[in-house]
């Protein structure tokens, strides 16, 4: 009985937990966002941007909102880590790509290795949040354009968006996280992890 009362408690209370992976070629502002993300959700735990060195090994960001606990993966995106990402591909239940959507001369780069992360057998049905980063830059592409611009084909029936943010002032990555949280919820793919941890109430 105790048990019981115990799992059902457990289920109601306990907030789900998401695995986020932010992806993304090298320079397009990862590490910075993530940290933008920790001290806006943690109050000021957020490294600075001159404390930020390109990514080798991984960073783990943890965050909470009212209904989810969020765990972020950073990797590094230069071209010789990138068969990195694919390790964490079958346990992510969302990306968070992000781009310098400053910096046309890696639109390419980016879109490519975007389309490889998309026909990725072990991402099927994530969500896929589009970071239009640098919005702070003169120059800067809007997130319509950038999406207009990417052309993507391989989205197939997964949720996709793209958002304007910059990682400086943190405009945008409240309300792109809000949209991945809702989508998170609702995917499929969210009950096939959770059926696959075998756990209840618990992902
Ligand atoms: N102006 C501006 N610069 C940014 C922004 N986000 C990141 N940067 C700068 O872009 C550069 C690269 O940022 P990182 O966060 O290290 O990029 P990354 O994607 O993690 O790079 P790797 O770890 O090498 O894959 C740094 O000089 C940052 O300060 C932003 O929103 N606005
Ligand atoms: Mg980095």
Redesign the pocket.
């Known amino acids: 009985m105790f048990s019981l009362a115990h799992g059902l408690w457990k289920y109601i209370f306990n907030k789900t937990e998401f695995h986020v992976l932010i992806l993304?070629v090298?320079?397009?502002?990862?590490?910075?966002?993530l940290e933008k993300v920790k001290s806006t959700y943690l109050k000021g735990e957020g490294l600075p941007?001159d404390r930020?060195v390109?990514?080798v090994g991984l960073n783990i960001g943890r965050i909470e909102d009212s209904n989810a606990k969020l765990i972020f993966w950073d990797l590094?995106?230069?071209v010789g880590l990138r068969t990195i990402w694919e390790k964490y591909y079958q346990e992510a239940h969302a990306i968070v790509y992000?781009m310098d959507a400053a910096a046309e001369s890696s639109f390419e780069d980016a879109k490519s290795a975007l389309e490889k992360v998309l026909r990725h057998e072990d991402l099927k049905g994530a969500p896929v949040l589009l970071f239009a980063?640098?919005q702070?830059?003169p120059g800067v592409i809007s997130d319509e354009e950038l999406s207009r611009r990417m052309h993507l084909k391989e989205l197939n029936d997964r949720p996709y968006r793209c958002q304007a943010v910059?990682?400086?002032d943190g405009r945008g990555i409240k309300s792109g996280i809000d949209w991945l949280v809702e989508q998170m919820e609702r995917s499929k793919r969210t009950e096939v992890l959770r059926e696959r941890a075998g756990v209840t109430g618990q992902i």
Not at 28 to 33: R, S
């Open positions: 993304g090298d320079k397009a502002g990862k590490t910075t966002l941007p930020i390109p990514t590094g995106g230069q992000v980063n640098k702070d830059l910059s990682a400086y």
